[in-house]
C-alpha cells in the first residue's frame, strides 16, 4: 500500500511538470499557429482575387471588341478603337501576369510573392477603371439617344462587374470608382435633355452598387477564413487522432509485474521515448511548412525503364528534404506527420505542379506522382490536376497519377469521379504497391487504371523464393489480360531484371538503373543508361553483361 500511495505521488508530481511544460508549449504553438494561419487566409485571399481578375480581363476585353464593332462606321469609331487597343493590352498584360502570380502562390507564396501579387491585381484594376472612364467621356458628348443607352449600359454592367471581383474592395473600387466618375462628367457635357434626371438616377445606383461591394467583400473573405480555419482544425484534429491511436497502441497489456500497476489495460507509466518522438513529428511538421515556403524541399526523380529496350519511359518523382542541422530527412517519416496533420494536400499539390514543370526538360518521358488518399478525395481534386497541366503546359498523357490501395477503402463517388475525370483528360493512373495490404482484384476492374506496380518486397530473395515468382507471373498475366502495364520496383541485380522480362514485366524501376536523381542530373542519367543498353545489346546475352550498369549513391535511397 506504501509503495502505491508513493507511485501515485510521483505520478501526481510528474503530472504537474508536465502541465506547467505543456502550458509554455500551447502559448508557443498558439502564437505561431495563429500567425500561419492568418498568412494562409491573406495568400488564399489574393489568390481568389487573381483567379478572378483573370476571368475579369478577359471578359472586358471581349466587351470592348463588341462596343467598337457597334460604333463602327460612326463618329466615334477612332475613339472606340483606340480605346479597344488600349483595353485589351491591359487586359492581356493583367491574364499573363496573374497567371504567373498565381504559380508562384501555388508552388512558393512567399512574402514577395504576395506582396507582388497584391500590387498587381491593384495595378491592373485602376488601369482598366482609367481605360473604361473615358469611353463615357468620349462618345456620350457627340453621339445620339440610342448610343447613348449602349453606353450608359456598358458603365452601370461595369459598375455591377466589380462587385463581383473578389474578396479586396480596393480591387473593385478602381474599377468602378473610375467608370462611375467618366460617366457622370459625360452626361454633364452631353446636350441631351435627359441627362440630369440620368445623372441622379446612375449616382444612386454607383452608391447602392458601392455599398453591396463592400458587403460582399466581406463575406467573400469570412468564407475564406472560415474555410481556412476549419482546414487548420482539421489539421489539428487529425494529428490529435494520431496521438491517440499511438497511445492506444502503445499501451501495453497488464501484467502481474510491479512496473505495471495502473487502471486495466493501461499502465501508469511514463515512457521518455514516447514524448520524444511526440515531440520530433510536431517539430518536423513545423519545420516542414516553413521549409516548403522557404524553397528547401526538392523532388528527385528516379528513371522507369522499359525492360526490353532498355530505353527510359518516364520518372517518378520522389519527395527529398536536407534539413538544415540534420541532413536528409527520410521521406518515411515525413509523409506519415504530413499525412496526420493534413499538410499533405498542400504538399501534393507543390510537388504536383514541380514535377509537372520539370518534366518540361524531358520530352517524349512521362512523369509519376504520388498523390495521397486525402487528395484524391477532394471533390476539386480532377480540376485542380487539370488546371495544373493547363498552367504549367504540360501534355496530360505524359502525366502519371500513383494511388495506393489506401484511396480505395470506403471509397465515396467523388473518388471514382475524379480518377475517370483524369482518365478523360488523358492522365495515366497506377495502382502502388500492389500486392500488399488490403490487395483486391475487384480493385482492377472497378477503377480505370493504366498502370499496377509490384511493391519490392516480392523483389528480395526473388531467386531464392519460388512462390514469388509465381505471384509475380501472376499479376504480369492478369495485368496483361486487362490491358495494363506492370511496373516492378526495386530492382537491384541483373538476375532480377532476367527473371522479370521473362514473366512478361514491362517496367524495371531501382537500384539497377540508378537511386532517385535531382532534375538538373536526368539528363545525363538519361544518356548513360542508354547508352549502356545501346552497347551491352550488341554482347552476348546474358553472360558478358555487368550485373549493375554502374554504381549508384543510396545516400538518397527512399
Request: charged share 20%.
Given at each position: ?10 505520478v ?79 487586359c492581356g498584360?493583367t491574364?499573363a ?21 497584391e ?47 473578389g ?141 526490353r ?19 536528409w ?141 509465381a ?61 549502356a ?26
Amino acid at each position: 500500500m506504501t509503495d502505491m500511495i508513493a507511485f501515485r505521488q510521483g505520478v501526481s508530481g510528474q503530472d504537474c511538470a508536465d502541465e506547467r511544460v505543456f502550458a509554455a508549449s500551447r502559448a508557443t504553438l498558439s502564437s505561431v499557429s495563429e500567425g500561419h494561419l492568418a498568412k494562409r487566409i491573406h495568400v488564399e485571399v489574393l489568390k481568389k482575387t487573381l483567379g478572378l481578375a483573370q476571368s475579369s480581363a478577359a471578359a472586358q476585353a471581349l466587351a470592348i471588341v463588341l462596343l467598337s464593332i457597334v460604333f463602327r462606321g460612326t463618329a466615334v469609331a477612332g475613339a472606340c478603337l483606340g480605346l479597344a487597343c488600349g483595353v485589351v493590352l491591359i487586359c492581356g498584360a493583367t491574364i499573363a501576369a496573374t497567371r504567373h502570380w498565381l504559380g508562384l502562390l501555388r508552388e512558393q507564396p512567399t512574402v514577395g510573392a504576395v506582396w507582388w501579387g497584391e500590387r498587381i491585381t491593384v495595378l491592373a484594376a485602376g488601369s482598366l477603371g482609367a481605360a473604361w472612364a473615358t469611353l463615357p467621356v468620349m462618345v456620350l458628348p457627340v453621339v445620339g439617344a440610342a448610343d447613348c443607352l449602349i453606353v450608359l449600359a456598358t458603365c452601370l454592367g461595369l459598375v455591377s462587374h466589380a462587385m463581383t471581383l473578389g474578396p479586396v474592395f480596393a480591387v473593385s473600387a478602381l474599377l468602378a470608382g473610375p467608370v462611375a466618375g467618366g460617366t457622370l462628367v459625360g452626361l454633364a457635357l452631353s446636350e441631351a435633355a435627359l441627362s440630369i434626371p440620368v445623372m441622379v438616377l446612375f449616382v444612386g445606383y454607383s452608391v447602392f452598387a458601392l455599398l453591396n461591394t463592400r458587403r460582399f467583400c466581406g463575406l467573400s473573405r469570412q468564407r475564406i477564413a472560415d474555410r481556412v480555419f476549419v482546414e487548420r482544425q482539421s489539421e489539428t484534429l487529425h494529428l490529435l487522432l494520431k496521438d491517440v491511436e499511438k497511445g492506444v497502441r502503445n499501451c501495453p497489456a497488464i501484467t502481474d509485474g510491479a512496473d505495471t500497476m495502473g487502471v486495466q489495460g493501461c499502465p501508469l507509466k511514463f515512457d521518455p521515448t514516447e514524448e520524444a518522438r511526440a515531440i520530433r513529428e510536431r517539430r518536423l511538421d513545423r519545420d516542414m511548412r516553413s521549409a516548403l515556403t522557404a524553397g528547401e524541399l526538392e523532388l528527385h526523380y528516379q528513371p522507369l525503364v522499359a525492360m526490353r529496350s532498355g530505353r527510359i519511359v518516364g520518372v517518378e518523382a520522389l519527395l527529398r528534404w536536407n534539413k538544415p542541422g540534420e541532413g536528409w530527412i527520410s521521406p518515411g517519416e515525413l509523409i506519415p506527420i504530413a499525412e496526420a496533420s493534413g499538410f499533405i494536400v498542400e504538399l501534393g499539390r507543390w510537388a504536383l505542379r514541380r514535377a509537372c514543370t520539370d518534366a518540361l526538360n524531358w520530352p517524349g518521358m512521362q512523369v509519376a506522382v504520388n498523390i495521397s488518399s486525402t487528395q484524391v478525395r477532394l471533390p476539386t481534386f480532377a480540376a485542380e490536376v487539370a488546371a495544373t497541366l493547363q498552367e504549367t503546359g504540360l501534355a496530360p498523357q505524359r502525366l502519371e497519377i500513383e494511388i495506393t490501395e489506401s484511396v480505395l477503402l470506403d471509397h465515396g463517388p467523388e473518388v471514382l469521379d475524379n480518377l475517370k475525370s483524369l482518365r478523360d483528360l488523358g492522365v495515366r493512373i497506377a495502382l502502388d504497391d500492389f500486392g500488399t495490404g488490403y490487395s483486391s482484384l475487384s480493385y482492377l476492374t472497378e477503377f480505370p487504371f493504366d498502370k499496377v506496380k509490384v511493391d519490392r518486397s516480392f523483389i528480395r530473395d526473388l531467386q531464392s523464393r519460388p512462390e514469388k515468382i509465381a505471384v509475380i507471373e501472376a499479376i504480369a498475366r492478369m495485368a496483361q489480360a486487362l490491358h495494363m502495364d506492370v511496373t516492378v520496383e526495386g530492382v537491384e541485380t541483373r538476375q532480377q531484371l532476367d527473371v522479370l522480362r521473362e514473366k512478361r514485366c514491362d517496367i524495371a524501376q531501382g537500384f539497377f538503373y540508378s537511386a532517385a536523381r535531382p532534375a538538373s542530373e536526368i539528363p545525363e542519367v538519361v544518356a548513360r543508361i542508354e547508352d549502356a543498353a545501346a552497347a551491352m545489346a550488341a554482347l552476348p546475352w546474358p553472360e558478358a553483361r555487368p550485373a549493375r550498369l554502374s554504381p549508384v549513391d543510396l545516400s538518397c535511397a527512399s
